[in-house]
């Protein structure tokens, strides 16, 4: 199992932006695509970008242009660059392993990005 813990988040503007951080601790992150969810009210949650091993990238369209995924191995961290801030990005970020079912039901404690217009 990947332990978890996410930092970063925090009440931006419209247009802001925001650096994510996820320290994650175990044996296999080196191995494992890793990627940002996030998870708004009343809603469920979504991938927002994914980091392959290899490096590989992916994002849904409406954060891509926006929002880099980026992973550092030797610190076993996982970065999110959030640009452009959009109110509708309002939600809890969490990062975990792609895909999360890899990870049993563990999710770490999320971190809070709240852009206000």
């Known amino acids: 199992q990947v332990q978890l813990v996410e930092s970063g988040g925090g009440l931006v503007q419209a247009g802001g932006s925001l650096r994510l951080s996820c320290a994650a601790s175990?044996?296999?992150?080196?191995?494992?695509?890793m990627g940002w969810y996030r998870q708004a009210p009343g809603k469920q949650r979504e991938l927002v970008a994914v980091?392959?091993?290899?490096?590989?990238?992916s994002y849904p369209g409406s954060v891509k242009g926006r929002f880099t995924i980026s992973r550092d191995n030797t610190k076993n961290t996982v970065y999110l660059q959030m640009n452009n801030l959009k109110p509708e990005d309002t939600a809890a970020y969490y990062c975990?392993?792609?895909?999360?079912?890899?990870?049993?039901?563990?999710w770490g404690q999320g971190t809070q990005v709240t852009v206000s217009s």
């Open positions: 980091i392959t091993h290899t490096g590989g990238l």
């Open positions: 175990g044996t296999t992150f080196s191995r494992s695509a």
């Open positions: 975990n392993v792609v895909p999360s079912s890899l990870n049993g039901n563990y």
